[in-house]
């Protein structure tokens, strides 16, 4: 694995990069390690290329690793923002395209990082006084979109999970469009990067607490219904 420090369907990109991983005479993978994170601490970019595939694919990991390391498929994020080299004219400017994209990837993650530490409080103050990091590629819930890193903060209490996440973007685009996803086991919404955290929380607070009321509405009139029909059975 090569380094460079700079201090879709998941389950078709799981199947991908399993498919890859047993044949590495075809792969080409280069590292990108992002320390002194305020909540990450520590994350490492993997570009990954497949000549025989022709897939070009950005993935994440927590934790600093560098050349020589092994990763299994398990241990890696797959995160849609990915490198576009196709319009370099030679190898100084194909070298000069990735610095600059592997750039704006390393910006996304650095901003999206400082504002996951700005919630900390917020949401601690306003979604109970347990919170936690959770420095992992797994998900308890089902997201709308994906998730740009793989480090979430977690309130047990309102059964909140925040984590930032992206819009499927290639890197010579620019940034990609950035957010915070607030979720609960069967509700989701995801606010701006730069939104106010205090004011997001509240409003998921509230909103979720709508739906959960409207869950319970839309359960016990579909049971009464189940009633009134069991009722005509019998009497019939």
Sequence with gaps: MHEEDFTTDPADSEELLRRALLDEASAVTVSLRIDGLPVSHAVTVIFY??????????????????????????????????????????????????????????????SADIVLDVWREPLQELAGRTLTVEHS???????????????????????????????ARTLAEGRPPLG???????????????????????????????????VAERLAHQEASVERFLELSEAA
């Design 49 to 110: 290329a497949r000549r025989d595939l022709g897939t070009l694919q950005t993935y994440l990991t927590p934790g600093s690793f560098g050349a020589g390391a092994r990763l299994a498929a398990r241990d890696l994020m797959r995160v849609p923002c990915d490198l576009d080299l196709a319009d370099a004219e030679d190898r100084q400017d194909a070298e000069r395209l990735y610095a600059e994209q592997a750039r704006v990837l390393r910006d996304a993650l650095l």
């Design 180 to 214: 915070i996803a607030c979720s609960q086991p069967d509700f989701t919404r995801v606010y701006p990067l730069s939104d106010d955290p205090e004011r997001c929380v509240e409003d998921f607070l509230e909103v979720s607490a709508a739906h959960a009321r409207g």
């Design 137 to 167: 590629i797994d998900s308890p819930v089902r997201l709308p979109v994906p998730r740009l890193l793989p480090t979430a903060l977690v309130a047990p209490d309102a059964q909140m999970f925040v984590t930032p996440v992206c819009s």
